[in-house]
């Protein structure tokens, strides 16, 4: 049995992520999502255990210790980590996995497992970013300009990922995304199972 991919998948806040990761998971129910542990408070309409863990700071700092973490970064005072085991068992049962993580986590995880797939969402604008942090009205402006400075450095370093996807259309996104991860799929690396299977077959 080949091994699953390792998707990472990056964008600023108010990139459109969460409506384009919905889309993608109802197409394509089989790909599995890496729960983040999280220490930032509860969002109204977030749900434990969807995508986030809701930790404390005490816990994350003590699971940090403990080498449980792919990957961690402190995103707007508050830590963001992909717990480790969760991941290595879904891609070792043949599995693929999205982490929906940050360019700093991103650069992590590339160190750790350079076969891993990375994907930025980017915004139309800059102008629109805004529009829609505000617009969701789950920040404090204070909270908010802090998420645009940091979204400025991200979308800086896009170019470390392997593929660039632009969020003005959501069905079209998403579709670029299925693309990538099924012309992944398709690559030869993944397909020589496939090879082994017809030849032993003759
Ligand atoms: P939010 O607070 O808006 O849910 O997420 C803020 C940022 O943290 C987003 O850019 C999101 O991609 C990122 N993020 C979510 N989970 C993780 C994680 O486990 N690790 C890292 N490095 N970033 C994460």
Not at 58 to 80: A, C, G, I, P, R
Request: glycine content about 6%.
């Amino acid at each position: 049995m080949s091994k699953g991919t390792v998707f990472i998948i990056s964008g600023p806040s108010g990139s459109g992520k969460d409506t384009i990761m919905s889309a993608l998971f109802q197409r394509h129910p089989e790909i599995k999502l890496s729960i983040s542990s999280i220490t930032r408070e509860m969002r109204v309409g977030e749900v434990e255990g969807e995508k986030y863990h809701f930790i404390s700071r005490e816990e994350f700092e003590e699971q940090l210790k403990n080498d449980e973490f792919l990957e961690h970064n402190l995103f707007v005072d508050n830590y963001y980590g992909t717990p480790k085991k969760p991941v290595i068992d879904c891609v070792e049962s043949g599995k693929d996995i999205i982490l929906e993580i940050d360019v700093n986590g991103a650069a992590q995880v590339r160190e750790k497992l350079p076969e891993a797939v990375s994907i930025f969402i980017m915004p139309p604008s800059y102008e629109e970013l805004r529009r829609r942090l505000i617009g969701r009205g789950t920040d404090a402006l204070e909270v908010i300009e802090k998420r645009l400075a940091s979204s400025l450095g991200e979308i800086g370093r896009a170019f470390e990922y392997d593929y660039i996807v632009k969020n003005d259309i959501v069905d079209r996104c998403v579709d670029d995304i299925i693309h990538i991860i099924i012309s992944h799929r398709l690559s030869c690396e993944n397909q020589k199972n496939l090879i082994d299977e017809v030849l032993n077959k003759c």
